[in-house]
C-alpha cells in the first residue's frame, strides 16, 4: 500500500536568537508560517525489514542521516510494527534552504506512514518523536501559524495570520544552520549584543493539564488568552506592517510601551540575517530585488539561503515572481496556508 503526503514549506516570520543553553542549542523566538510550496512524499509498506530512502536528488542523502529514515526507524518502533518500509521524496524545496523542507518531508513520512499501516501514535508520541529528529518538525504538525520557542520545537498553534501573498527567491546556496549559528556565537563573543527578547513567562501559562513530563513543554491543546492576544497583535502588526509599509526592512519602531513588543518584533527581523548577508552578499542582493519587485515586506526565511517577500495582492507577487525570473533568479509566487487549509491539503487530491 502507497499513501501520498504533501510536504509544505514554512517560512519565518522574524526569529530572534538568544542565549547558547547547555547542550549547545541555542534559545529561540520565532513564528514559522506555512506556505503552499511543498515536495511529495510517498510512503509504501512491503514485505521484508528496512528502510528505504528514494529520491532523485542528488544532494538528499539516502542512507540514516536521512530526516524521513530517522523518524520512520522511530515510528516503526514505538509501533511495534516490522515492515519494509520505502519513501520516495518528490524534491521540489531547496536543500538547506531554510524553508524546513527536510523537517516537513520527515512529519510527512511519519503522517504517511501511520496511514499506510493503518496504524496510530498518540499525539505526544508524535510530537516527541519530531522533537527528537530536530528542532522544526514539530511545528509540521500543527500548521499555519505558529509560535516556536526553547530551541524552536517547543510550539504553540497561534491565531492564522491573513492569507499573505508571497514571493519565494530560491537561491543555489546552501547554508548549513550549524555553521550560521556558529558564525553567530562569534559575533556575540566580539562584543556585546542586545538579547533577543523572550516572550514572558506568562505568556506560556495555561498549558493543557492533560500533557505530562516529557512532552509539557512541547506544545499546548488549548492556548491561554495571553497567548491569543499575542496572536491577535501579531496578525493586527502582519496586515499593518505588509499593507501599509512603503519599504521592506524598516521595522517599526517606538512601540516600547507595547507589551507585544517581544513578539512583534520576532515577526519582523530574522537574526541571522547578520551572519548570512556578510558571508553571502548575493542574499543582500535578492532581499533588494524583492523590495525593488514591490515586496512590502522581505526577509530571510530560517538560516537561509531562501528569501521571501510578502505583497499586498496575489496580482503583485505573480508580477514580482516573474520580473525576479527575468532577473535570473529562481522566483515563485504562493501563498501563506491557514491551519485548516494545510491539513485539508496534506493528504487531498
Ligand atoms: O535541531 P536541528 O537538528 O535542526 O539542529 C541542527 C543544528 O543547528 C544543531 O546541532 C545546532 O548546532 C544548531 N541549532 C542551534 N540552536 C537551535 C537549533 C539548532 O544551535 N535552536
Not at 30 to 43: A, M, N, W
Not at 290 to 303: C, T
Amino acid at each position: 500500500m502507497t499513501v501520498k503526503v504533501r510536504s509544505f514549506a514554512k517560512i519565518n516570520l522574524g526569529l530572534h536568537i538568544g542565549a547558547k543553553r547547555a547542550d549547545g542549542f541555542h534559545e529561540l523566538l520565532t513564528v514559522y508560517q506555512t506556505i503552499g510550496l511543498h515536495d511529495v512524499i510517498r510512503v509504501s509498506v512491503e514485505r521484508g525489514n528496512g528502510i528505504e530512502i528514494r529520491c532523485e536528488d542528488p544532494r538528499v542523502p539516502k542512507d540514516e542521516s536521512n530526516t524521513c529514515f530517522r523518524i520512520v526507524e522511530r515510528a516503526m518502533d514505538k509501533l511495534r510494527a516490522r515492515r519494509r518500509i520505502v519513501v520516495e521524496i518528490a524534491k521540489r524545496l531547496p536543500v538547506q534552504g531554510g524553508l524546513g523542507g527536510a523537517s516537513s518531508n520527515a512529519v510527512a513520512a511519519m503522517l504517511g506512514l501511520e496511514r499506510a499501516l493503518k496504524k496510530s501514535l498518540g499525539r505526544e508520541e508524535r510530537l516527541g518523536i519530531a522533537a527528537e529528529v530536530g528542532s522544526d518538525l514539530p511545528l509540521f504538525l500543527i500548521g499555519g501559524t505558529v509560535l516556536g520557542v526553547g530551541r524552536g520545537e517547543q510550539v504553540y498553534p497561534l491565531e492564522d495570520s491573513p492569507v499573505l501573498h508571497c514571493v519565494v527567491v530560491t537561491p543555489e546556496i546552501g547554508v548549513p544552520t550549524p555553521k550560521a549559528f556558529a558564525e553567530w556565537d562569534r559575533r556575540i563573543a566580539l562584543g556585546p549584543k542586545p538579547m533577543a527578547p523572550s516572550v514572558p513567562d506568562a505568556a506560556l501559562k495555561g498549558r493543557s493539564p492533560t500533557l505530562n513530563s516529557s512532552t509539557s513543554k512541547l506544545t499546548v491543546d488549548s492556548v491561554s488568552d495571553r497567548i491569543n492576544e499575542l496572536s491577535r497583535g501579531l496578525s493586527a502588526w502582519l496586515s499593518e506592517a505588509f499593507l501599509s509599509q512603503a519599504d521592506s526592512g524598516a521595522p517599526v519602531r517606538g512601540r516600547a510601551e507595547n507589551p507585544l513588543l517581544a513578539l512583534v518584533r520576532a515577526g519582523i527581523e530574522n537574526d541571522f540575517e547578520q551572519v548570512v548577508f556578510p558571508e553571502y552578499p548575493e542574499l543582500r542582493e535578492v532581499k533588494r530585488a524583492l523590495v525593488r519587485a514591490g515586496a512590502k515586506y522581505a526577509s530571510l526565511s530560517g538560516s537561509g539561503s531562501t528569501l521571501y517577500g510578502l505583497f499586498a495582492s496575489r496580482v503583485d507577487a505573480v508580477h514580482a515572481a516573474a520580473r525576479l525570473t527575468e532577473q535570473g533568479w529562481t522566483a515563485q509566487a504562493t501563498a501563506t496556508l491557514t491551519r485548516t487549509q494545510y491539513w485539508r491539503r496534506i493528504f487531498g487530491r
